[in-house]
């Protein structure tokens, strides 16, 4: 029987199929979507696609994602410029700012140190986190990377070079999770949460 | 505190969202995976999504998906021209010539026929199906809708249109899935599968 071929149509699914979270299910579904838009729409996705991706790069301080010379943290009036929170992910920074609790400034690493994957120290934002130390203004660095061994040992890592610059290094609170069941929190959470105990 | 704003970054990240399937943060992951890309991946990325988009289009005859006039099943020498398989959506044909089972047509009507949506016949590639019944050597149409109210309203309404036709008119057995469960089958489906119980 002969099997059924639409090359462009292919070609589509394969570019969708790229894409992280992506199963050929899901790709079939977006392919689909692609071919039933209207010519419009279609030149919008495609430019606005362009634009992103030559529009975007690196804030020249702090490594954020932005579209100008500066991200709008780091141009901003108004933030504390002695406490830098560092992320692993400009996801991060959307989440924090998203909590309305950090007045900060921000250093995207943009990943963590991770041999097995072959990413080492020099593959991440970390030369750019170090310059910034040189402003003396700078008291207190807190490290806001995942809680999962990537997570701290690029903590630790980072820890080890900054606190003999005099610097606080601090990391985000380790507990259970707010509205979380701590029948189903795991050993490890549950000892770091009785470790971290606070007074009421 | 400043809220995060980087426009062309969120309208990437909206036209993601627009996609089926895809939530907020799905979204952002597609549009940092787009930032990622080198600029010869983004230039294939917009040229396949172009290019299907633009060759792409219903087969003159099944209506299925194809770059040509006819699509290649109905383009082919060796498939029984008797039988056409009627299909609410082009990966139905997918599906169905994975299992190298049918070896006859297909027509794909791209929907099927829901008052709630505003979905009526003429929204259908009904009129397509209807012309290609004046050949006479159609002797089976097999509707392969979905099992849902709208795939059986659809059945129904293409049986009714047909079978005055002298042409006979099949649906797909309904039945236990092969693999499930008799526990976990629902009760339509276990009514079906016992009326229609075949001798071992």
Redesign the interface.
């Known amino acids: 029987?002969?099997?059924?071929?639409?090359?462009?149509?292919e070609?589509?699914i394969e570019?969708f199929e790229k894409?992280?979270?992506?199963g050929h299910k899901?790709a079939?579904?977006?392919?689909?979507?692609?071919?039933n838009?209207k010519?419009g729409e279609?030149k919008?996705?495609?430019s606005?696609?362009?634009?992103?991706?030559e529009?975007?790069h690196y804030c020249s301080v702090c490594c954020n994602?932005?579209?100008q010379e500066l991200?709008?943290?780091c141009q901003?009036t108004?933030?504390d410029r002695s406490v830098i929170c560092v992320v692993e992910?400009?996801?991060d920074?959307?989440a924090l700012?998203r909590i309305?609790e950090?007045?900060g400034l921000y250093h995207v690493l943009h990943g963590t140190i991770s041999p097995l994957s072959g990413v080492g120290p020099d593959d991440l934002c970390i030369k750019e986190l170090l310059n910034r130390l040189s402003d003396t203004n700078i008291r207190e660095i807190i490290m806001a990377t995942n809680p999962t061994i990537e997570g701290e040992a690029t903590a630790m890592y980072l820890s080890r070079l900054i606190k003999p610059l005099g610097i606080r290094v601090t990391r985000l609170a380790y507990g259970i999770p707010v509205g979380g069941d701590l029948e189903y929190a795991d050993e490890v959470t549950l000892t770091r949460a009785m470790e971290g105990r606070r007074e009421l």
């Open positions: 029987m002969a099997s059924y071929h639409v090359v462009p149509l070609r589509l570019q894409m992280p979270g992506i899901s079939q579904r977006l392919a689909y979507y692609v071919l838009m010519d279609l919008a996705l495609t606005t696609l362009e634009e992103a991706h529009k975007i994602l932005t579209d991200c709008p943290v901003s108004t933030r992910d400009p996801r920074v959307f700012e309305n950090f007045n």
